[in-house]
């Protein structure tokens, strides 16, 4: 089965609402800059029904190089990661 692409997805929701396929991409656009901003600023975008958006700080630790064995250290870093909404697990599986 294939993946959907942006640009189906984009012509089934403007199909859909019964907008148009323009006005859909403007709203998805600005819908994305709004969750890069509000993680960036407060750590966390919350999309109703689906899930959010968090970004979390990882600790250092230690780590192998899986080619030589050699123990290397991996910095500290901050990563934004997606958490699922229970209702959408509970729809799929």
Same mark, same amino acid.
């Given at each position: ?16 609402s019964?907008?148009?396929? #323009?006005? %859909? ?13 509000? %993680? ?5 975008? %919350?999309?109703p029904?689906?899930? #959010? ?36 697990k509970?729809?799929?599986?």
């Open positions: 089965m294939a993946k959907m692409t942006k640009s189906q997805l984009m012509a089934a929701l403007a199909e859909k019964g907008l148009a396929k #323009k006005q %859909v991409v403007s709203f998805m656009e600005m819908l994305s800059e709004m969750a890069y901003k509000e %993680v960036k600023s407060g750590g966390e975008f %919350v999309l029904g689906f899930g #959010k958006l968090v970004k979390i700080q990882r600790k250092a630790r230690t780590g192998r190089n899986p080619l030589t064995g050699a123990e290397i250290q991996i910095p500290a870093k901050t990563v934004v990661k997606f958490k699922v909404a229970k209702a959408v509970d729809a799929i599986l």
